[in-house]
């Protein structure tokens, strides 16, 4: 690699069609006139569709997210006490949130699974097959995804109602007969097990059976969710604040961005305006998170290669941000500031100017690294090249975050649909092409850059006012919240009662969209290279379990 | 002239011929145990047979009838012969008492023993005649009898079609092997009296040297069809493959070295072999040995391996050959002496240890019914003993010390380093590169072996088979007895070079005892072999300490070099190993001791926390030795199709299936095209066949003419 | 590539002198609510009824917190009646059951071999546990290392409230230690489940799987937390003494 390419500046609206939501609108219900109509309630949608026929589903999805460029955000299915709901959530760039609403009866069992022109729903479907029971037709894989078939029976299904999250421990077992679902059949093949006690270091909880003939991965299979805590089951009928302690803390390397989506999905509900102030320090926190985490995750890729100096330099940056968060925030990861109705403190202005002190040292050192990793040869040899994601493979996984950016899969939350603060500020969003991790490392750096860029133009434009405004409990609806969270679009979707408690919280993370592409960079390199795709895919196994 | 020793000779043939009768008339049940006691029998009298000359030095003869034509048929166990024949004797004797132990432990009842048992001793008999027939005539023709029941053996109790190719294509390579010696011996005896061995070598010595050299190239690409030489060893992997398991010991231990034996004997003995034929040689011996390893360690089916590894063995053997020749043609004597006993020492370590890994192989395969090492696994708990002296095979074929693979690899790397004293500069490029390659082929062999021990014994079951013998069999006395002797071979040389040394003298000139086993801790300053300045310096530094006490030849291994480094290496392998000994004994003691008060306890294998090791997640074996085919891609050139299956779209793929087809090197260079060659001849020479009658008349007709007209003089 | 090596030189020295001295800087504990006294009823009720957690009790005039419940979440100190809070971090303490009896002994006082695991973790309590190994806190220079094998380690290290697809790895990795063994339980939910509680798929805490030797409470505490357990682990630091809700009640 030659020159250091800088990244590619991308305008405000790539990535869909320059339609409104009116032209969509028209152009929906021209050509599904059958089989959708407008549903009155908004459910906290921009557009918000009632299919009619189920055997539609397919082709509507594939008629937004292929035609009209819309990824998809998530499927949120929902237990009421007549009916199975299926919400199919789209964004549509530069625009709003769409949504394509199933209503079943609750003796149905089966729905028409998308998966075979909406590749990206994949593992959504699974979730809702493993936690709710319900069968997606011609889906290939469903079945020993969140409980693990070797241990659970079949058949529990606890996200249902009649399922209660505080049963005595369930009965355990391990299945004598269970065999993996094996693809290679070389004669010398063997799928070499790595995790979930990951010998590699010090690393979360997760599984891959690497088949292989001896060299390379031929194929990674990634078995999660073990470390899931079932945070959506333990949530309902919980008040706003105990799921707002829930969403934060489920995966709090990016808590603040959680807590936020959380909170803007119960300000949506309640129709409470926050305060400008709260909004800019939001975006502040939000960046700061950003920055520290894309700190750590260059520790990381430096760590997997062994360069101990720069992993070592890096890790400072890392702490020195960890503990400019401490003392401005009161917490090292920035955890308690969110409220519904705004930021739970103030800050003042010697605070804000000790934190750009930081971020500032942070950010210099940031460049000096880059620059020096750019000259270091037997580092980017490990790098280049490897765990390439191609820019179709990412459109059509639903590539999020700086994973989908460095694969040319350019969607970013702050600008596609600029929420607290983002739409009055000027930054750019780095894009790559090349999809391997040199481009994922590239990506991270230009990131962390804005952050900083960010967070001083933020602090620029505060104005003195308050920083909360009372958010109050007991107003039933529901509404989805979202965040560009350091690893990509997090969505929170919540439906409060009337006695203001939590019926339903769904968290749609950008580890757990991403996860499903990870095999594609995993394989075909050899094993040598499978920590360093490993951290510089850089996600969060908890973040994807909850 | 018959002398008392003779006596051996006519009893040797008097038990094959009793064993071949006892075993027609005892039929199937019975025949294992006439195996089993004749062939012991007539094993010692093979030992017995070749131990006087090996000990006296004393050659001797019996001579037969004279034939019209062919002249005096004589018997002559000399220096060359005894020392294969005393190599066949020891495996004919664990040989014979392994068929009947495996075939009992087998619990085989309706084996065809009796037809094994006739051709068993045929073999023996027709093998002893190659080894001592002193002309000719009856050389060649038991020469034809081995290759004849070697086919028969391989085929008498065959299932499946390609074993029944297997033995076809190598009867039909003996046959041309034949051939060419055949055609060799007669060049060599164009100007011969008759044609004995002694009339044959002198006339040999009055031919020009592009007969010489005729009869090089045809004897020795002739005896390397039998060898397993490159470019004609493609029949042995096959053949290895196919035969039957109680015949296979035989096929590795015994008449792989008839092939070294006409090597030595057309080109040490009859004639002196040039100086450009050892190059080539060395240079066959070397690309033989890695194309042998090279198969050998990507294998994963444990009869193939070994044959690929026979042939490796079969390369580095005749590489120390080829130096043989080439230090004569310089009339460094030394080296000479120093290559032809490392060869032939080579030879004696390959024939025990193979036979002893062949024979534990058929254990394997009859305790699980499997050969494929991807299916194999956790044997060393099922059979325990099998498992120790497969390991034993294992080390000593991987040249490890004490086993007596090390001393006979060690001493040909020396001898490819010897190359030094020699004067030519581009004649020591060619022994670099070969010594290169011979290490090479040395480091790759370890892999093999590793392979081979590791995922049949070691780690959990990977194949869904019952264990089918019981934990004691695999451990009777014929292999223990091999294993034991590849100790003794490895700890004991200087006993072992001393014999070989009546094989070396004669034909190389020196003494390989005077030049590598001192009598070290005897050794006063006056005493003349040692120079007196380097028996100071090692006596100063306490390296003498055991004199008087430790045995006066010393066990001292010891290679000396030119006037300015006296000693190139000095080292003893029997004291190493009772120091190892020592040691491993002290370290137990003391570990049992501190550890007395401590509980050792027995968990479960820890694989990263998932509830079970399944079978197909431990590694196999090819996967194993992947990284050897992917570096060495250039030489399989394999070609790999992939199938897919998937539903729905890229994203789900539901199978992939890999087929792997390589076709063998030598295939590819040499067989591919000979055959596409001798195809294309025959289609253009098919054209004349039109079957019209005039065509034919025709024929006739323009021969007749061709005929007058060459013969108009006359 | 040699300018590493003085690239690393020029940034000199950043360990901290702990345990040889305190550590000061801004930034390194979060701190905790400590035990406080309050001038009324009402407003000790007010402080111990702001934690959602029910880590502060009131009595009396006084409230007492419990720190293995404290989730940091800083609502007692924005209350109408603020918690004193301290910025210590040396906060690890004994569970009221303790695996074994005694700490690790002697031999391992200068070479810890550590296990950690991460049973259903949230990532702040893992990624504290790697800091340890960065220039600040560096570990190394106290003989404390982190092995990939269970097979090898002293000391268990377990992070999160134990969620039920990690139960069986946890018990098999503690299973596979050598018998001289500890556990220690890194973070609130690793005592006591934390926010996630007692549910069908989260064990409430380690020690509903496993022994606990040694509890470190915090979401997360902070690296010189972790480190204080560790040398705690070996002898090498005492507990500190805490006033426990059952002690100071009358």
Known sequence: ?546 | MASLSGIWLVLIFATCAAGILLSALFGRRRAPLVVAIVGVLASVFIVLASATVLINGQSYSVSLWMLDGFGQFTLRVDALSSVFLAVAGIVYFSISLFVRNFLKDRRAVDYPAHRFGILYFALMASVVLILVASDAPLFLISWECMSILCFLLINYDVQEQSDKMAGYIMLAMSEAGFLAVVIAFLILGRNAADLSFAALAASAGTLSPGALWGAFLLGFFGFGVKAGLVPVNFWLPRSYTAAPPVFIPVFAGITLNLGFYGILRLNGDLMHASYGAGVLALIVGSITAIVGILYATTDSDMKTMLAHSSIENAGIIVAGLGAFFIFRAWGEWVGAALALAAALYHMVNHSIYKTLLFQGTAYVEAATGTRDMNRLGGLSHLLPGLSAIFLVGCLAISAVPPFNGFVSEWMTLQVMLRSAVLPSTSIKIVFALCGAILALTAALAVTCFVKAYAMNFLGIRRGAWEPQLQARAGTRFPLVFLAVICLLLGILPTYILPVLNRTVEPLAGASITTAVVQPFFTATPDNGQLPPAFLHEFHNIGAQSGRGLLPGRGLVVMLRGLEANPVIFAGSPFYSFVALVILVVLAWFVVTRLTRRRAVARRPLWAGGIPRLLPQMSYTATGFSNPVRVIFQAIFQPNITEDTRQTVAVHFRTAIHRQREETHIVDRIFLEPVGAAVRSVANFLAGMHHGRLNAYVTYVLAFLLLILFLYRGT | MSFWFWHGLRYGIRSTRYPAAMESAPGVSPGRPINTDFSSLEEAQLAAASCPVGAIIAHGHSTFVDPGKCIHCQRCQLSASPMHWDSGYEWTRRPAKPGEAEMLPAPFAKSLHIMVVDAGDCGACLHEVKQLNNPFYNMHRLGFFFTATPRAADLLLVVGPVSENMRGPLLKTWEAMPTTRRVMAVGSCAINGGVFGKSFMCAGGVSSVLPVDLEVPGNPPPPLAVLHGLLVATRRQPLKKVESITEGRP
């Open chain 1, 1 to 546: 690699m030659g020159a250091h390419s800088s990244p590619i500046h991308e305008s405000e609206n790539r990535g869909g069609d320059k339609t409104s939501l009116a032209d969509l609108a028209a152009a929906l219900q021209g050509r599904f006139v059958d089989d959708i109509s407008p549903n009155p309630v908004k459910d906290g949608f921009a557009l918000s569709y009632l299919l009619m026929q189920p055997s539609s589903l397919p082709t509507v999805c594939s008629f937004l997210f292929w035609d009209r460029g819309c990824p998809l955000g998530g499927i949120i299915a929902e237990e009421q006490s007549d009916q199975w709901q299926l919400h199919y959530v789209f964004l549509l760039p530069a625009s709003g949130w769409i949504e394509i609403l199933l209503s079943l009866p609750l003796s149905a069992t089966t729905v028409p699974s998308v998966v075979a022109e909406v590749h990206a729903a994949d593992w959504h479907e699974r979730e809702i097959e493993d936690l709710f029971g319900i069968q997606f037709e011609k889906h290939p894989r469903l079945g020993d995804f969140v409980l693990h078939d070797q241990i659970w029976h079949e058949g529990i299904d606890p996200m249902r109602k009649s399922f209660s999250a505080d049963q005595p421990q369930l009965e355990r077992r391990v299945d004598p007969d269970w065999q993996p679902t094996l693809v290679v059949s070389d004669p010398g093949s063997f799928a070499m097990p790595v995790g979930p006690v990951y010998e590699g270091g010090i690393g979360e909880s997760l599984h891959f059976l690497l088949e292989t003939v001896g060299e390379d991965v031929v194929r990674a299979i990634p078995r999660l969710f073990y470390n899931y805590r079932a945070v959506e089951k333990i949530a309902e009928g919980k008040t706003v604040t105990e799921v707002l302690l829930l969403a934060e803390r489920f995966s709090a390397t990016s808590a603040f961005a959680h807590s936020l989506a959380f909170c803007q999905a119960v300000e949506d509900v309640c129709s409470v305006e926050v305060p400008e102030r709260a909004r800019l320090l939001r975006v502040v926190l939000c960046e700061l998170e950003r920055q520290r985490h894309h700190a750590g995750a260059i520790a990381a890729i430096c760590t997997s290669t062994a360069l101990a100096v720069p992993a070592a330099h890096a890790a400072i940056i890392e702490e020195e941000l960890l503990r400019a968060s401490c003392v401005f925030a009161g917490h090292r990861y920035l955890f308690g500031l969110n409220r519904p109705g705004g930021l739970s403190r103030d800050f003042d202005v010697s605070d804000c100017e000790s934190l750009l002190l930081a971020v500032d040292n942070a950010e210099k050192q940031l460049r000096i690294l880059d620059r020096r990793l750019h000259f270091s040869s037997s580092f980017l040899d490990r790098l280049e090249d490897v765990g390439v994601v191609t820019g179709e493979n990412a459109r059509d996984l639903n590539l999020v975050g700086p994973i989908g950016r460095a694969s040319g899969q350019y969607c970013d939350l702050r600008k596609a649909c600029p929420y607290t603060g983002y739409e009055q500020l000027a930054f750019e969003v780095p894009c790559e092409t090349e999809g391997d991790g040199y481009a994922r490392l590239r990506v991270l750096f230009a990131e962390a850059t804005q952050s900083a860029k960010l967070m001083h133009e933020a602090i620029g434009a505060l104005e003195t006012g308050p920083v909360r405004v009372p958010c109050e409990e007991g107003c039933p609806g529901a509404a989805l919240g979202w965040t560009e969270a350091p690893r990509g679009a997090a969505l929170h979707w919540v439906r409060l009662d009337e006695k203001g408690l939590v019926e339903r919280y769904r968290a749609m993370t950008p580890s757990f969209n991403n996860w499903l592409g990870f095999h594609v960079a995993a394989e075909n390199f050899a094993f040598q290279d499978f920590p360093i795709i490993l951290a510089t895919w850089g996600l969060s196994a908890t973040e994807c379990d909850r």
